[in-house]
């Protein structure tokens, strides 16, 4: 495996992924503006770097994940706003 863009970005997206999932076992109250906005940009980062180096069950993962923090992240903010 070569460390190219893709796999940086690909590696920078697990990271905001993984962190979200830590912060929500860790944090004594979720904010969930946070928690869906990390994932949703952990996906997207994620999923550009599959359009380069493909793999299809992966990038359909990246696609549901990203849509649930879509939705998450809208309700939160309704809910803040």
């Known amino acids: 495996m070569t460390l190219d863009w893709a796999n940086v970005i690909g590696l920078i997206g697990s990271a905001l992924m993984v962190g979200a999932y830590a912060y929500s076992n860790m944090a004594k109250q979720i904010d969930f503006r946070l928690f869906n906005l990390l994932n949703l940009v952990g996906s997207l980062l994620l999923g550009w770097s599959l359009t380069v180096h493909f793999n299809m069950a ?3 993962l990246e696609i549901v ?4 923090a879509l939705f998450g ?3 939160a903010c309704q809910r803040k706003g």
């Open 73 to 75: 992240l809208a309700q």
């Open 58 to 60: 992966s990038l359909a």
């Open 65 to 68: 994940w990203g849509v649930i």
